[in-house]
């Protein structure tokens, strides 16, 4: 004889379920008692009593268990980590060239960064009330990151970076050191000794170098807490100019490797993502964009869909067509 079935809610979905103790309705969904929680009618049942509860129609039953960190649906943080600081968003933004600080922190905004770039000039003391990036950047919720911008000597970057800590206590820091106006390539020699002289004085330096894997593991010998090749030179929007020695850098390190200068739209930056770099900075090309904000939202976008198209795994390239759909048994 067929049991007779009632009508129920569960978790906020109709059924219908045999006649019984709450047990056996966690029995029939497949689950096991042992291992739930079970609200009836807005009142919890105690799981020692849940063989002794009778459902009844009508009833509306809330069922839970417990799950590593949230909702199992959900994929896990991609986070990345640097000098002992973990972010969630892999794309650090500039905060030069805006129309104005408000522009900065819109786009800082719709980029999602965790991180921004800030130069350390003098302070206008002939008008000690003009408005400050502060004032709209609060760097208690986004991370500054002082750079060395216009450095063009070891001992430039250096003094820069010391009253960059007296001001701010900021140790985790952006080095770069020109060779020259005009190309705005890193000088490396200098770059190396001011890595070395950082690290002994207790900061963690992010370095701008070219895109060499050779220089790039000196820096890290020398202890650059991350490596930051140029895809192209600064300002320039050229994109990516060497894919090659950019995904040498990345297999040959050991600390995180971020595409830094020439990126100039959203598929730049999803190469830099799909090369296996661990991040991407960028500037000019969301604040000389005609709509910033909207740019770095897709900067934003760009670098998610590069990061999931490396963990993917690309297909291998191929020479010749190879059919999607099987060619055998055709009418």
């Known amino acids: 004889m067929t049991a007779s079935l009632i009508a129920l809610t569960v978790n906020g979905e109709p059924r219908r379920a045999p006649a019984g103790t709450v047990a056996d309705l966690v029995r029939h969904l497949g689950l096991d008692p042992a291992k739930v929680a079970v609200e009836r009618n807005g009142a919890i049942a105690p799981r020692s009593a849940l063989a002794a509860v009778a459902i009844a129609e009508g009833d509306v039953l809330e069922i839970v268990h417990f799950v590593g960190g949230g909702d199992a649906a959900e994929a896990p943080a991609d986070t990345w980590t640097v000098a002992g600081r973990t972010f969630r968003s892999r794309l650090i933004v500039g905060t030069g060239k805006y129309a104005d600080f408000a522009q900065n922190a819109a786009a800082v905004e719709a980029s999602g960064a965790d991180i921004v770039t800030v130069a350390v000039r003098r302070v206008n003391v002939s008008d000690p009330k003009a408005p400050m990036l502060t004032d709209f950047i609060d760097p208690k919720k986004v991370t500054y990151l002082p750079n060395t911008a216009g450095c063009f000597t070891a001992d430039e970057a250096i003094r820069t970076l010391r009253l960059a800590r007296e001001a701010g206590g900021w140790d985790l820091v952006k080095l770069e050191v020109l060779g020259e106006a005009r190309t705005l390539y890193p000088d490396m020699r200098e770059t190396l000794k001011a890595t070395e002289v950082l690290a002994r004085e207790g900061f963690a330096p992010m370095v701008y170098c070219v895109d060499d894997p050779i220089a790039a593991r000196q820096l890290e010998d020398a202890g650059a807490v991350a490596i930051m090749p140029l895809g192209a030179p600064i300002g320039s929007g050229l994109g990516i100019q060497n894919r090659v020695t950019i995904r040498l850098i990345v297999e040959g390190a050991s600390v995180p490797v971020l595409v830094d200068a020439g990126v100039g739209t959203a598929s730049d930056a999803a190469v ?59 009418i």
């Open 272 to 330: 830099a993502m799909e090369l296996g770099c661990d991040g991407v900075l960028m500037n000019t090309a969301i604040a000389e964009a005609k709509d910033p904000i909207r740019m770095a939202g897709a900067m934003k976008l760009a670098v998610e869909a590069g990061r999931h198209a490396y963990l993917s795994g690309r297909m291998a390239t191929r020479r010749y067509a190879d059919p999607s759909s099987p060619l055998a048994g055709l």
